[in-house]
């Protein structure tokens, strides 16, 4: 089973920011990482795919870079809006597994 | 407009069944596969398992492997999933999800809103 570490936790950001979020591997994963968003009471949101590739209707101010075990999800110049949950999740074995989560929060 | 609707979840005994349904629309539903995603109070997201587009393949979590039954009827374009020997650790919300693709498994790009499923006497 493929673990996945995700750092940080928690983490607070000033709108305009720019905040990194890891997520590594236990083991080679190609680029099989998607990240996704998830706000109270809505649905969760597909922001990257297959680690890099902006999911169509995302703001570029997201970004995801890695490969192997090493993933980073990037919001630049952050806004209020994005106050939200964060995760990733792995698809390159069975069982599918998911990051801890990150909570962002904007002051 | 992709739409993921659950239903079935609510009270559970321990070692008790459940029947949880996700109504899908929006897309081919036997072209993608589709999964079942919990998340327990407090805690973090879990794959639980998933389905083939034809149903003909199907994968578990090892904690669900023997208790639980995914399935699907293209038909109806429902997914379905059957919860057998509840147990406590099985109280949630459970989430349908479909594959962004169309062949293989590649996570998910629709989810629905969950339903909530607790196991309790």
């Known amino acids: 089973e493929t673990t996945l570490t995700q750092s940080p936790a928690f983490m607070s950001a000033t709108p305009g920011d720019r905040v990194n979020i890891s997520c590594k591997a236990s083991q080679d994963i190609d680029d099989d990482m998607n990240w996704y968003q998830q706000k109270p009471g809505e649905a969760v949101i597909f922001i990257i795919q297959?680690?890099?590739t902006l999911v169509p209707g995302i703001p570029p101010r997201f970004s995801g870079s890695g490969y192997g075990t090493d993933f980073t999800l990037t919001i630049n110049n952050i806004e209020s809006e994005d106050a939200a949950y964060y995760f990733c999740?792995?698809?390159?074995?069975?069982?599918?597994?998911f990051g801890g989560g990150t909570k962002v929060e904007i002051k | 407009e992709v739409q993921l609707v659950e239903s079935g979840g609510g009270l559970g005994q321990p070692g008790g069944s459940l029947r949880l349904s996700c109504a899908a629309s929006?897309?081919?539903?036997?072209?993608?596969?589709m999964s079942w995603v919990r998340q327990a109070p407090g805690k973090g997201l879990e794959w639980v398992s998933a389905?083939?587009?034809?149903?003909?393949?199907?994968y578990y979590a090892d904690s669900v492997k023997g208790r639980f039954t995914i399935s699907r009827d293209n038909s109806k374009n429902t997914l379905y999933l059957q919860m057998n020997s509840l147990r406590a650790e099985d109280t949630a919300v459970y989430y349908c999800a479909k594959d962004p693709n169309t062949s293989g498994y590649y996570g998910f790009d629709y989810w629905g809103q969950g339903t909530v499923v607790t196991v309790s006497s």
């Open positions: 999740l792995q698809h390159d074995n069975f069982p599918l597994t």
């Open positions: 297959e680690a890099t």
């Open positions: 389905i083939s587009g034809s149903g003909v393949s199907t």
């Open positions: 929006g897309f081919t539903f036997s072209s993608y596969a």
